[in-house]
Each structure stands twice: as structure tokens, then as C-alpha cells.
């Protein structure tokens, strides 16, 4: 089985190259004919004139009272001897010859022709090609040709009015001659142009494309090393502009993505070093001596609170990979955010007595379209962190409201203030602000991390503000429409 391949396309210097050329080699061309037939028309217009001048002598002459055949005849060949390239028939009453053009060509056979017949009644002018063996040009061995034009006036034979009839032809052969010399220079002359039009196209082109070229050979010159580096738009054709501003951003987003990772990668072997050094040393204390059974039950639960706190971040981290992948399943239920609020309100009253902090909420039924399970664990994350850094005798508030479009849920509570260039950076993962935000009971540092993601699966948005009466946790979620 033969797979068709597919052909490259063409460069955009072949392309541009090839339509400019073809365009200005096309209005070379159309000059060419323009010229050619306005020259050719010019030559007919010129013949015409001398064909109608010959024409009003030749009737001038045969309508003269008085004169006799012979002295009219005589009178035509005077007046011819100064036309070179001109031939006269003349016919009489009887339709016998009265004179014809030394030299010239033999008219006694247009005179059966329609072209003659519409010459003599309309005065037009016609063209004509002697084809017959032996009339050709001694120079390019093709048919004379002629412009012929007929006439007829009635003139004085034998003491009455009789018609006199003849027909002027004038010879165009050094007129084509010269149209054919002339269109062979004007199409070398044409070709010559389209030769060199090309190559001023390809050096155009190819300097035109200079600015593509530097851009090129910067980007490929970016690497994981120096993602830093940015383009100026400034310096570029206004044509590349958007497209270097487009590469900055991405080179942004890009390079904080490999920021993040970098980061990733150290905090996440910063959280899994301590657990996995914590089980090496109670491993290496329990086998440097003998040890009771009770001894070792101690150290093998110590050892599984470890274990689920890996556990734990592992999970948490395959549900971020999820979310990164917009994988995240969810269920689509009608739920009451107050209701499922306060169920996870159930849960963290005995922790909250415990810290001697209490929780308050406020706010109406506010209903949404969700996971309800996903969402009580954005709460938990929000309580619990909420909780975690309120001082003791403070109150944590929770607040529901609702407009046409979004539930809004603000999470506040008392404690220190988080500077404003923290506050971009708290849904980070392992994101740390200082020693006095540091976690006082263990934690996966992904918390809010997750917070974003459910959130963001369920199309709404959430941030974070912080001043010195409270930091508010601000949450928006889709109402859910009647």
C-alpha cells in the first residue's frame, strides 16, 4: 500500500518572487500590446488618409469638363508618380481598363469581391493579401498585402454622364515589416526586463526577509539556560511586531512554567525528605539495640503517620496532575452552598474550640451546579488554613451572598498581614511566604493549589486580599439558574 506524501509548501520568497514577477512581466506585456496595436492603428489611420486624399484627386480629375480620356489619364499617372507604395485601376463605362499602375498589382479580381462591392457603396477601407503564385515580397517570401478602397463617379464619356469606376490600393508591406522588427525588439526587449525584474525580486526578497532572519536566529539561539531573553518589538518591520510581542508572551509563560517546575522539584524533595529522613532514623535507632515489642509498636505507628502523610501528598499531586490535564471528573448536582458549608462547619467545631477559635456564618440559602464532594473539600482547605492562622479568642467568618450571575463565598479571618507581593503566589504549590506563615501542624502545602483547581474546574474564580483588620479568601461560583 503506497502513502501519498505530502509536498512542502513553497517558501514565501519563492511565492512573493514568483507573483511579482509574474505581475510586473504580465504589465510588461499588456504595455507591449497596448503599444503594438497603438502603432498599428496609427499606420492604418495614415494609410487611410492618403487612400481617401488619392481618392478625391482621382474623382477631381474624371469629373474636369472638357477633358478627354487621354488627358485624364495622363493627369492620374502625374499625380501617382509622387505616391510611392499607391496603384490605381480605372474602369470606364464599359467596364474596360482605362488605366492601371505600371508595376502594381493585378485588381481585376477584387472586383467580384464582396469587400469591393461594400467599399464602393460605403467608402470604406479593406485589407487585402495578393495570395496568388508569385506574389510575395522579395524580402520574407510571404503575400503582398494592400489597403484598397473603391470608388465611382459619374463623369463625361462620349458627350453624356456615364459611371466611371476605380479602385486605389496602397502597399502596407514596409508597414509590417516594421511592426514585425518592432515587436521582436519590444518582446526581447520585455524579456531582458523580466530577466533582471526577477533577479531585483529575488535580492528584494531575499533583504526584505533580513529582519525574518535575525528573528529566526534569535529564538533558536533561546534555551532553558537564558528563557530571560526577550525580543524588542521596536526594532523589528511593523509586520513582525505582533508576532515578536506574541513570542515574548509565550517566552514568559514558558519560562515561568520551567520557573515552577524548578521550584516544584525542590520543595517536593524538601516535603519528602523529612518523612523519608524520619523513617531512616527511627529505623537505624530501633536496630542499633534490642527493643521491647512495646518499643516497636510505638515506632511502627510513628512510622504509619509518615506513611499516610506521604500518601497523602502523593494524592494530592495526582489530583493536581488530573486538574493540569482537565481530567477532573465531576459530578453535576444542585447543591446548597450554605447547607454543605455548614457540614464542614460539623467537622472542624471541635478543632476550632480546641485552637479557641470560633467560626461564624452569615448569608441566605445560595444555590450552584457542582461536585458537592470537591467542594467541601475547597472548604476544608479554606477552614482549615483559616483556623490554622487566626489567634486565639478570634472568630473566622464565613459570608454568603448571591447576584445574577455568580454565589460569592468570603472566607475571612484575623491574624498577620500578607504583603501584596505574596498574595499572587499563595496558590502555588509548596508555596512558602516567611517563617511566620509556616504551617503549624503538618500539611501538604498543596492545599490551596487544589483550592484553585476546583474552583477552576467548576467555572468559577477565586482571590485573595489581605489588610491588617483580616485576610478574605473570596470564592465565585456559576448561580445556578432557575
Wanted: contains cysteine; charged residues 20%.
Amino acid at each position: 500500500m503506497s502513502i501519498r506524501r505530502r509536498h512542502r509548501p513553497f517558501s514565501l520568497a519563492l511565492r512573493l518572487t514568483f507573483f511579482i514577477s509574474l505581475a510586473t512581466i504580465f504589465a510588461f506585456a499588456v504595455l507591449t500590446s497596448i503599444m503594438l496595436s497603438s502603432v498599428k492603428n496609427h499606420f492604418a489611420e495614415m494609410d487611410e488618409q492618403d487612400l481617401n486624399k488619392v481618392k478625391m484627386t482621382l474623382s477631381s480629375i474624371l469629373l474636369e469638363p472638357g477633358a478627354s480620356e487621354a488627358e485624364k489619364v495622363e493627369k492620374v499617372s502625374v499625380i501617382l508618380a509622387s505616391y510611392r507604395h499607391i496603384s490605381v485601376l480605372m474602369l470606364n463605362a464599359d467596364n474596360q481598363m482605362l488605366y492601371q499602375s505600371p508595376g502594381g498589382p493585378d485588381l481585376v479580381p477584387l472586383l467580384n469581391t464582396p469587400q469591393f462591392a461594400e467599399s464602393l457603396k460605403t467608402g470604406s477601407v479593406f485589407q487585402w493579401s495578393d495570395r496568388r503564385p508569385g506574389a510575395t515580397a522579395q524580402d520574407d517570401h510571404r503575400p503582398k498585402t494592400y489597403r484598397i478602397i473603391a470608388a465611382s463617379v459619374s463623369a463625361p464619356y462620349h458627350g453624356k454622364d456615364a459611371t466611371c469606376t476605380f479602385v486605389i490600393s496602397f502597399s502596407i508591406d514596409f508597414h509590417l515589416h516594421y511592426l514585425d522588427e518592432l515587436k521582436y525588439n519590444l518582446w526581447l526587449i520585455a524579456a531582458v526586463m523580466g530577466l533582471l525584474i526577477i533577479l531585483i525580486v529575488v535580492f528584494a526578497v531575499h533583504k526584505g526577509h533580513a529582519p525574518l532572519r535575525t528573528v529566526s536566529l534569535k529564538i533558536k539561539n533561546i534555551s532553558s539556560e537564558n528563557l530571560d531573553v526577550r525580543l524588542d518589538p521596536r526594532t523589528v518591520p511593523v509586520e513582525l511586531e505582533q508576532l515578536v510581542i506574541s513570542f515574548n508572551h509565550m517566552i514568559e509563560r514558558i519560562e515561568d512554567v520551567f520557573t515552577r517546575q524548578s521550584h516544584f522539584s525542590a520543595d517536593i524533595a524538601h516535603e519528602m525528605r523529612t518523612p523519608v529522613t524520619n523513617l531512616v532514623t527511627q529505623t537505624e535507632i530501633v536496630l542499633s539495640q534490642p527493643r521491647s515489642i512495646k518499643e516497636l509498636e510505638d515506632v511502627l505507628y510513628s512510622s504509619l503517620e509518615e506513611y499516610n502523610r506521604m500518601a497523602k501528598m502523593v494524592s494530592d499531586m495526582l489530583f493536581l496532575a488530573q486538574a493540569d490535564d482537565h481530567q477532573l471528573i465531576l459530578e453535576h448536582a444542585r447543591l446548597d452552598l450554605r447547607a454543605e458549608t455548614l457540614k464542614v462547619f460539623d467537622f472542624f467545631e471541635a478543632w476550632a474550640e480546641e485552637q479557641h477559635v470560633s467560626l461564624k456564618m452569615s448569608g441566605h440559602p445560595c444555590w450552584v451546579e457542582g461536585d458537592a464532594l470537591m467542594l467541601r473539600r475547597v472548604m476544608n482547605n479554606l477552614l482549615s488554613n483559616a483556623i490554622r492562622y487566626t489567634p486565639e479568642g478570634e472568630t473566622v467568618h464565613v459570608t454568603l451572598s448571591e447576584n445574577d450571575e455568580w454565589v460569592k463565598v468570603v472566607i475571612a479571618n484575623p491574624g498577620p498581614v500578607i504583603t501584596p507581593e505574596h498574595l499572587p503566589r499563595l496558590f502555588d504549590r509548596f508555596y512558602r511566604i516567611d517563617a511566620s506563615r509556616q504551617r503549624k501542624t503538618a500539611g501538604s502545602g498543596i492545599g490551596l493549589a487544589i483550592v484553585k483547581s476546583i474552583v477552576r474546574a467548576h467555572q468559577g474564580k477565586i482571590h485573595v486580599t489581605s489588610d491588617p483588620v483580616s485576610t478574605r479568601f473570596t470564592l465565585l461560583l456559576p448561580r445556578l439558574k432557575s
